[in-house]
């Protein structure tokens, strides 16, 4: 039976790390937070991150604009954003609605603020190996993976789903360990090769957003699995990997929710850290 990779507990021990850097500081940090119009999601993240900022110390500041708000006039916040000296970070909430470019927005915000790590100056650092401002849900993985001891050069990975924000990233962080990387995708499902990437792989990451994707059986005996996914299946949070059979077939694996989800707000704290020093 599979170790469970707890992301509720090592994010406690994380924030109280955090707490001791924030001290140090000697400021109360100001994360700006964007949130365009609503769904549960957004919203569940948004008072995730209110709730960590409370126990932290760190002021949030939330604008919510309607979701028929321009690019223009989102554009315009940000950069009041930026030159407002008592604001350490900007986050912009995900996903933002469909009459907008988020890699257009994203690149408005100062990539000394950038709280998430997703502006493509702070990207290409990643590419480099050379990134303080990491993407938080990519960081959250590494922090899972550095918690079960596994040193992973050389290893397999197999990492599903390539978005900007988890699987594309997150790729450019197993290379930096010199992990193999697959990454799979949409072509990967339609070619009919998931399943071989999937039975192969040391270790499995799933960023895709589909309940029963991945099939227990198909997981290598002793694989290491985190799953990102996070879907709504009958009033019940449940990841893209069946978790039941999953369990028995691998070494470690994170439960969804209690997995990902609470290190990536602890996470976010910790590049906003990092860009109050700037
Ligand atoms: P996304 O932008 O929708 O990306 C999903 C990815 O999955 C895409 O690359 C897509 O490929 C791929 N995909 C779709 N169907 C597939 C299939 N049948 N086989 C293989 N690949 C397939 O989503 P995201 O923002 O990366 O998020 C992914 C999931 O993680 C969601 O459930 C989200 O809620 C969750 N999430 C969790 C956290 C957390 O902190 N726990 C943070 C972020 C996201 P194509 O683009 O080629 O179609």
């Known amino acids: 039976m ?19 850097n924030i001290k140090s500081l ?18 569940s993240y948004v008072l995730s991150q209110q709730r960590t900022a409370q126990s932290l110390g760190v002021e949030y500041r939330l604008k919510e604009f309607g979701a028929d708000v321009s690019e223009a006039e989102l554009i315009e916040f940000i950069q009041k954003l930026n030159s407002d000296k008592t604001v350490n970070g900007i986050i912009v909430q995900m996903p933002l609605p469909q009459h907008m470019d988020c890699r257009k927005i994203i690149q408005f915000i100062k990539p000394q603020k950038d709280a998430e790590g997703v502006h493509p100056e702070n990207i290409g650092k990643v590419l ?3 990134a303080k401002i990491l993407p938080c849900t990519p960081a959250a993985v590494m922090e899972l993976l550095k918690e079960t001891g596994i040193d992973l050069y050389g290893k397999e990975v197999v990492v599903i789903g390539h978005s900007d924000i988890v699987g594309r990233p997150l790729a450019l962080l197993l290379l930096n360990k010199f992990s193999t ?4 995708h949409i072509a990967t499902s339609k070619a009919g090769k998931l399943e ?44 893209d990997v069946d978790f039941e059979q999953a369990q028995n077939r691998a070494s470690f ?20 850290i990092e860009t109050a020093k700037t």
């Open 196 to 239: 071989e990437h999937v039975k192969r792989a040391d270790v499995l990451v799933v960023a895709v957003g589909k309940a029963g994707l991945i099939k227990g059986d198909l997981i290598k005996e002793g694989a290491v699995v985190i799953d990102v996914g996070i879907n709504r299946v009958g009033g019940k949070i449940v990841g």
């Open 128 to 130: 480099y190996a050379q």
């Open 2 to 20: 599979a170790k469970l990779l707890e992301g509720k507990v090592i994010a406690e021990r994380i924030k109280e790390e955090l707490k001791q």
């Open 253 to 272: 694996i994170t439960p969804v929710p209690g997995g990902v989800g609470p290190l990536t707000v602890a996470m976010l704290m910790r590049n906003l």
């Open 26 to 43: 000697k400021i109360k940090p100001v994360l700006a937070s964007i949130q365009v119009g609503s769904s549960a999601g957004t919203n």
């Open 181 to 184: 990387v697959t990454v799979c």
